[in-house]
């Protein structure tokens, strides 16, 4: 066997310990945050960036990537070429990245324009599907030609697109939220039907992780409501979130049950119990207006909350409080992590 002096030994297992360190970072997610703008103009100076910025710390620090300033609403990463194949829903319309951020392309021309929603297909993943404040637009050739997708959205209202959910379990089941109600497709999108909620924003769209039949929405000073029979019949939550504008759902993908709501100036809400019940939990946040949330994966214990103006916070406990993790000032209106 060979021998090592004790020097020697002392380089290798320091060796050992970095290669870890760096695997370990090399496998840490990466978490995307879109936001729409950010306040600190100075008269005078040049605009701070806004669109996409990512962090690869879980939080420490962010960096801009891409168009420097863009109202960026939505992500979408295709889940085949996780890291360098994505796409952002801006007010300029729908860019791609094939390479990670380096270079990007606009994929649509004025026609589509404050691109709300952005889906990639998982099993074809050339098909695109978009949601506008005019509706929906579907593309078979990975963004090069689209088409407006209206059948069944037969009014303005209902063509203002607020949340689009695919369903991973099918990529043909589509469901939509407008200013006027819950909508489904069950053809990919090239026709709609109304599924309740008349009259009733509905502002997000979230599929359970542990049950791809149960679905939750968050609405308009309504609350959450859920659906456990693959969105057949909806209960409304009990309790104060009950009159709540929730913004943005987030479910835990490690603990059945738990769930987080981002609302309008009442900050964050959990449910443990599936979303039958639910508590305040907002402790710490500067702006109680939260549009984004997302779980950690490698750690449910930390929820990333992007504000309406006051950047991301971050919770280190499962939501008890939260500490501002970066992007000073700004409206934050997509986070998530792959």
Known sequence: MKKYSRLQAIFILV????LGISNLHAQSP???ACV??????????KNPPSGLFVSRDVGKTWQHVGWGNIRCFGFAMDP???????????GNGVLRTMNAGKRWRILTDWHETEIQEVLVNPKTPRKLVIGTPYGIFLSEDGGRSWKASNRGLATIDNQFVSALLMDRSNPEHLLLGSESGLFESLNGGKSWKNKGFSGIPV????????DASVFYVGTEDRGVYRSTDNGRKWIRSHGKISRETVYVLAVDPNRKGVLYAGTFAKGVYKSVDGGKHWKSAGKGLQKKTVHALAV????????????????????GNGGKNWQFSGLSRAEVWDVQIW
């Open 15 to 18: 060796s050992f310990i970095l």
């Open 296 to 315: 950690y994966p490698k750690n449910s214990q930390i929820i990333f909350a992007g504000t309406a103006g006051s950047g991301i916070y971050k919770s």
């Open 80 to 90: 085949n070429h996780v890291g360098k194949t994505f796409y952002l829903a801006s």
């Open 203 to 210: 502002l997000d769209i979230r599929q359970d992780v542990f």
């Open 36 to 45: 729409l703008a950010t306040k600190n103009y100075v008269v005078g100076a």
């Open 30 to 32: 990466t978490i995307y």
